[in-house]
């Protein structure tokens, strides 16, 4: 394609870009939130038109422009984010759903298992078609979904976000099945913000900023340090911070807690103004643990002590009263509240702070209070009674942030805080954390990206089948010795 | 294939309409017990005969609910259609085709009416029904004045009955009106479900509707599909009622729309879209059914029975989200 531009009322989202993708090549998109890559797969997709004077070819065939269904007849295929399956429904029909499309007409469930059974076939997945999707684990849903795309002949998959809810060994699955379809002449187009996956699966990467092409690399001649200068026009070096902080008083310690099915035999400590990083594949115990600091799972054995002093977290609203803060994974389900407004978001963990006489909350300390928060993290917010919902994902991260460190935690639990955020979004978070820990916040910070917690903690935690099994400064290890702690 | 089989009867063990199943044959050898003329052939012809209206009225609102949305207007729907094609048969002379006609495309165009404000304008549609139903109804008591239609066709009053046969000494059954046009809407309603790709993608589009979107089906087509279905078994049921009932009421079916979303409930249908079956939606029916008549046979007040059929209904959903909530939870610890 070439020539693609596409405006949205007076805001250009893609101007003059050329993309060539080639059979049984693996291709990224990168570019941060509002680069112009979803609507570029969208024009793809045939989903949305470009403004006239593109040209889309596909195998030497032009196009003014696509739609859906001329797209799939090109073989195109797009799996969303959300995967776009149908939990209700059966594996086997999930695949072969195209054979549902078009006039009133009866269903031939044999031919439809047929299609899916091959499909299954190609990808190696073993499931019982019969199963509901809702039934199966995220990663066997991705599996369902790239079947469906096969099963529509697809030589054309792009894939948007897919590694975002997989476990390390699912992201290497993953790969695995991408150089096969590779193999078999399929051309896959990644979009990731993992710039590490990205080179290490993709021949070609394309860097979007700004709705312009900044150009199209061979996978072998970039690095991600490079990459993220290209995407963002800035630099973004981050050095391993030293540990300094051996002084500061203890602000939490943990003495063999255990937890049934989940955890056991942990000890931590952890200081005023320390970062510390805690790693693990999923399931290894770590959100677990960070559950029952704030009072939510309560543990079986073992103390919990605050300033020296043993306390037993029966709630969340004990944590919250003695100074833990928890700000969750899923910051789009657990976090926030997304239908309502901002001020309220960030006033909901500080209602009885902010109350005056008779309880009542006047408009004034409200706005007061949003005010010096916006202006603190930096949320950038056109109306601060806007729905949360219409923030970037990077601002809405700061609200939960803010909304946390109003409460003034003595000590901060951030689980995977920068997931689905792009590498300016993600740097303003960092920057955050800092500042905190500088506050003589003591931060717990949880994360699947390793080089996330080395080069932001001051000490790395790593956690194993609920047991911990490494405990270092951040300074006496590197990423691949982490990395093999991790999958040891 | 036994072992397809295998998978298939476990599948069969964990679902909502094995739990009803066994609940409704636990609750007919108790009846049975306890009152010889429950499990009678009597018995059990009047039970199909007068629960054929709130059946035919379950289907349809099945296939909505699956699609996702909700209907409480065919009440309403079903009065004006009864009116409508009844006062049209004495005014002009008609036969069963065309009486039906009439009934069922009246409930068509109010099916439409609903879809046009659920699609077009995005209104819950809950909402939409809701005040559908209040107009429709609302126009139908000031045209008429809420008067009865007592004289009826002759041959319409007579009604049907095939496939007589003698059971014992005392009476003779049949296929009444009221029978058959229940089966026939099983019949309608599971091979569009079960055997057409319309069927499917109604499923499809209530388990995911942006995925639906994306993939190329016509939301709005069906969605007016639906609300239309719904209509037409509204337009059915009201003159297998009027039938019943040899007269035209317009006051006496509203008011009826929480014994069909009883029946429809608890027969598995979930209220947030894609999940239902026909089988479910007849055990519901079939235990909607041996409740009130069993406990009318018991000599159990009618205000009783209202407070037992809620009580089901809140024991089988809890049930269902009890178990369901279960199985998750193993799955994430396995």
């Not at chain 1, 700004?210 to 200068?229: E, M, P």
């Not at chain 1, 916006?374 to 219409?390: A, F, M, Q, W």
């Not at chain 2, 109604?202 to 239309?228: K, S």
């Not at chain 2, 519901?284 to 007040?301: C, K, M």
Request: glycine fraction near 10%.
């Amino acid at each position: 394609m070439s020539g693609i531009s596409k405006r949205f009322g007076g805001v250009h989202a893609l101007r003059n870009v050329d993309l060539t993708l080639e059979a049984g090549e693996v291709h990224c998109l990168v570019g941060e939130n509002g680069s112009g890559k979803s609507t570029l797969i969208k024009i793809i997709s045939g989903v949305q038109a470009p403004e006239p004077g593109g040209r889309i070819s596909i195998a030497g065939q032009d196009y003014p422009h696509l739609n859906p269904v001329r797209s799939t007849h090109c073989g195109i295929q797009v799996i969303y984010q959300d995967l776009s399956l149908f939990p209700n429904l059966s594996v086997a029909e999930n695949i072969a759903i195209g054979q549902h499309l078009g006039g009133l007409r009866t269903v031939d469930w044999t031919a439809m298992r047929t299609i899916a059974l091959n499909a299954m076939a190609k990808v190696g997945a073993e499931f019982d078609p019969d199963t509901k999707v809702a039934e199966l684990p995220i990663a066997g849903r991705q599996l369902v979904a790239i079947c469906r795309a096969l099963a529509a002949d697809a030589r054309l998959i792009i894939m948007d976000e897919p590694t975002a809810s997989l476990t390390r060994h699912e992201v290497d699955a993953l790969i695995a099945l991408v150089s096969e379809l590779k193999r078999a002449g399929i051309c896959i187009v990644f979009v990731s913000h993992r710039l590490d996956e990205v080179l290490e699966i993709a021949e070609r990467v394309t860097v979007l900023r700004d709705g312009a092409k900044v150009g199209t690399f061979a996978a072998d001649t970039i690095d991600s340090r490079k990459l993220s200068h290209l995407m963002t026009g800035h630099a973004f070096d981050y050095d391993i911070q030293p540990y300094h902080v051996s002084a500061a008083p203890v602000v939490l310690e943990i003495k063999g807690l255990g937890r049934d099915g989940d955890y056991e035999d942990i000890d931590l400590t952890l200081r005023s103004g320390e970062i510390l990083g805690l790693t693990g594949l999923l399931g290894s115990g770590r959100t677990e643990l960070a559950l029952s600091l704030f009072g939510m799972n309560p543990p079986d054995r073992g103390a919990i002590l605050l300033d020296g002093k043993p306390v037993t977290l029966a709630s969340n609203a004990e944590a919250i009263r003695q100074g833990i803060a928890y700000v969750p994974e899923d910051r789009l389900t657990l976090g926030l509240i997304l239908d309502q407004s901002i001020t309220s978001n960030l006033t909901l963990t500080v209602l009885e702070r902010l109350a005056g006489r008779l309880g009542l909350i006047s408009a004034g300390t409200r706005k007061d209070h949003v005010a010096q928060w916006v202006s603190r993290l930096g949320i950038k917010v056109s109306d601060p009674e806007n729905p949360v919902k219409t923030l970037s994902g990077g601002n809405q991260q700061r609200v939960v942030l803010a909304k946390w460190m109003a409460t003034n935690p003595r000590v901060l639990i951030l689980d995977s805080p920068t997931v689905g955020v792009d590498i300016s979004a993600k740097d303003g978070i960092y920057e955050v954390i800092r500042r905190l820990a500088d506050a003589g916040v003591a931060v717990l910070l949880i994360s699947d990206e390793i080089p996330e917690v080395l080069y932001h903690s001051h000490r790395v935690l790593v956690m194993r089948h609920g047991r911990l099994t490494l405990d270092v400064p951040a300074s006496q290890t590197s990423e691949p010795a982490l990395r093999q702690a991790v999958n040891a | 294939m036994p072992d397809s089989l295998k998978a298939a009867l476990a599948r069969f063990r964990r679902s909502h309409e094995f739990w009803l199943l066994a609940v409704i044959l636990l609750l007919c050898a108790g009846l049975g017990v306890a009152n010889a003329q429950f499990l009678t052939m009597q018995n059990l012809f009047d039970l199909l005969t007068s629960y054929a209206f709130v059946g035919i009225l379950a289907l349809g609102l099945l296939v909505v609910l699956i699609a996702g949305g909700i209907d409480i207007s065919f009440t309403a729907t079903a009065s004006v259609a009864q009116y409508v094609a009844l006062a049209f048969a004495n005014a002009y002379g008609a036969n069963w085709f065309t009486v039906f006609a009439i009934a069922m495309g009246t409930g068509l165009a109010l099916g439409a009416i609903n879809a046009q404000f659920i699609q077009k304008l995005r209104i819950p549609s809950i909402i939409v029904s809701v005040a559908t139903l209040n107009i429709f109804y609302g126009l139908l008591i000031f045209v008429t004045g809420g008067k009865y239609i007592y004289s009826l066709p002759d041959w319409f009053a007579t009604g049907i009955f095939w496939f007589e046969f003698d059971w014992g000494k005392t009476s003779s059954y049949g296929v009444n009106l009221q029978i058959l046009v229940l089966g026939v809407s099983f019949l309608i309603t599971w091979l569009l479900l079960n055997r057409t790709n319309i069927g499917r993608q109604v499923y499809a589009m209530g388990g995911n509707p942006d995925a639906a979107q994306r993939l190329g089906f016509h939301t709005f087509r069906l969605n007016m599909l639906v609300y239309c279905y719904m209509g037409v078994m509204a337009g059915a049921a009201s003159l297998v009622q009027a039938q019943l009932a040899q007269s035209v009421a317009p006051t006496v079916l509203v008011g009826k729309e929480l014994d069909v979303v009883a029946a429809v409930v608890l027969g598995g249908a979930s209220l947030s879209g894609g999940v239902g079956t026909v089988l479910g939606t007849f055990l519901g029916l079939t235990l909607l059914a041996v409740l009130q008549n069993g406990l009318i046979l018991l000599g159990v007040s009618s205000y009783w029975s209202q407070l037992f059929v809620g009580l089901v209904i809140l024991i089988s959903v809890s049930v269902t989200a009890w178990s369901q909530r279960e199985r998750r939870a193993r799955r994430v610890r396995a």
